[in-house]
C-alpha cells in the first residue's frame, strides 16, 4: 500500500485556479466578523488547536482560526470499520495547522441527512474548502449545487456520488470496481488450483452498505467475473452495512438457510470478522479444508492476521490513507495550478503468500 497511482487521470477542465489571497482576504473578514458562529451540526470533542471535530444534533460554538490558514471543512460519512477510522486518521494527520490548515470535522454517523446537514454548515461558514467521504452515490446534487453557488470548491474523497462531474472539483479515492474484479479473477484462479473449475459453486456475499460506491463497485466487478463461469451460483446477498455485528447476524442466517456454502464473500474486513465468529459458532472448523472460501476486502491488520492464519483465503486491499493526496491538491489549487478529476490510490492483492510481508506495516 503506496502512494497513488495517477495514472489514466484526466485533467480537470475547467479549474478556477483559486487564488488564496483573493477569495480568503474575503472569507476571513468575514469569519473575524463572526466572532462565534453557531454549527448546525454538534460538537462531540473538540480536540486541540486546529481539528474541530463535531457530529450529529448538538451545537457548537465555533472557534476562529487563525488568520492565513486554509480553512476545510470535511464531513465524515461514519466510523463503522477499521478501514473509516484508519481514513479519518490520515486526514486529520495530513491537514494539520503545520501544513497550513484550519480542519472542521464532522462525523455523519452513517446517514446522508447529517452529512448534508454537515455541508450546509460549511457553506454558511464559507469555509474555503469542502471535502466529504459520500456514504451513498445518490442524492448530492442539491447540496452540491449549493456549494458551487457560493463559490466552495468540493473534493470527493473515498467513495464516488452520481451526481453531475461539473458539480465538484475532483475525487480522490479507491477504485472499487477493480476491487471486486480482482476477488473474481483470484477465485477462478484459486478453484482451478483445486481442480474445481467445472464444479457447481455456491456463493454467497455480504454486502457493504447498500447505494455506497464500494459496494456498487465491489458488487460490479465481481459479477463480471462471475458472469463468465455458467457453474457458479450466487445463493443469496444481503446487507451488512460493512459492520462486524451485521456480518454476524446475515452470516448466521445464511448458514441456517443453506448447508452447501462454498464461497462466502464479505465486502470488508469488519463483515468477515462477524462471519467467521458465525462460522464458529455453527461449528465450522475455520482450519479444515471443508470450510467455505472466505473472500474478504480492505486488509486490515486483523484481516491480514486471519489471511496467514488460513481463515480468510484472499484480502483485496483497500487503501485509506488518502489525507496527503487531499491535502496536496488542495495547495495546488491554493497555487491556482490544475488538479485532476480524479486520484486513485495504490491497491495489492493479498494471500498466504505474501500477508506476512505487509502486516506489521498496518495501521489500521
Ligand atoms: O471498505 C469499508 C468502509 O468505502 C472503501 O467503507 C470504503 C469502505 C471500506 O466502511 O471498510
Same mark, same amino acid.
Given at each position: ?74 464531513? =465524515? ?23 497550513? &490548515? ?29 471535502? &466529504?467521504?459520500?456514504?451513498? !452515490? ?29 458539480? @465538484?472539483?475532483?475525487?480522490?479515492? !479507491? ?82 438457510? @443453506? ?37 474478504? &476486502? ?18 483485496? !486491499? ?6 496527503? =493526496? ?8 491554493? =497555487? ?13 492483492? &493479498? ?14
Amino acid at each position: 500500500m503506496t502512494g497513488l497511482n495517477k495514472g489514466n487521470i484526466k485533467l480537470f477542465p475547467d479549474n478556477k485556479g483559486w487564488n488564496a489571497c483573493k477569495r480568503n482576504a474575503v472569507k476571513k473578514a468575514i469569519a473575524l466578523g463572526t466572532a462565534f458562529t453557531l454549527l448546525t451540526a454538534s460538537c462531540i470533542s473538540c480536540s486541540p488547536f486546529n481539528v474541530e471535530e463535531t457530529s450529529s444534533n448538538m451545537q457548537i460554538l465555533e472557534p476562529e482560526p487563525a488568520e492565513n490558514l486554509i480553512r476545510v471543512g470535511f464531513s =465524515q460519512l461514519g466510523s463503522e470499520s477499521k478501514w473509516r477510522r484508519a481514513n479519518s486518521i490520515s486526514i486529520k494527520d495530513a491537514l494539520t495547522v503545520d501544513n497550513g &490548515f484550519f480542519l472542521q470535522f464532522n462525523n455523519a454517523r452513517q446517514t446522508q441527512e447529517n452529512q448534508i446537514k454537515a455541508i450546509r454548515g460549511f457553506i454558511s461558514q464559507q469555509v474555503d474548502y469542502i471535502a &466529504f467521504c459520500p456514504v451513498t !452515490e445518490d442524492g448530492w446534487d442539491t447540496v452540491l449545487r449549493e456549494a458551487k453557488d457560493a463559490d466552495i470548491p468540493v473534493i470527493i474523497v473515498d467513495r464516488q456520488v452520481s451526481a453531475d462531474s461539473s458539480l @465538484y472539483t475532483t475525487w480522490i479515492g !479507491e477504485n472499487m470496481r477493480q476491487e471486486g474484479e480482482n476477488a473474481g479473477i483470484w477465485l477462478s484462479k484459486k478453484l482451478e488450483e483445486l481442480g474445481k473449475s467445472h464444479d457447481k459453486i455456491n456463493i454467497i456475499e455480504l454486502l457493504g452498505t447498500r447505494g455506497s460506491s464500494s459496494q456498487i463497485g465491489r458488487s460490479i466487478g465481481f459479477d463480471t467475473v462471475c458472469d463468465k463461469h455458467q457453474n457458479w451460483v450466487l445463493l443469496d446477498r444481503d446487507d451488512g452495512d460493512f459492520t462486524t455485528a451485521k456480518g454476524q447476524e446475515i452470516m448466521s442466517g445464511f448458514l441456517e438457510k @443453506y448447508d452447501d456454502i462454498d464461497v462466502v464473500v464479505c465486502q470488508n474486513d469488519d463483515m468477515a470478522i462477524g462471519a467467521v465468529q458465525a462460522m464458529q459458532d455453527a461449528g465450522i472448523d475455520l482450519y479444515s479444508d471443508e470450510k467455505p472460501i472466505i473472500i474478504s &476486502f480492505d486488509a486490515s491488520r486483523q484481516g491480514l492476521e486471519m489471511v496467514m492464519q488460513g481463515i480468510i483465503d484472499v484480502d483485496v !486491499e483497500c487503501n485509506p490513507a488518502s489525507g496527503p =493526496q487531499l491535502s496536496e491538491v488542495i495547495h495546488e489549487m491554493e =497555487q491556482g495550478n490544475q488538479v485532476a478529476k480524479a486520484y486513485f490510490m495504490n491497491e495489492e492483492v &493479498f494471500t498466504r503468500d505474501n500477508a506476512s510481508r505487509f502486516v506489521d506495516d498496518r495501521s489500521y
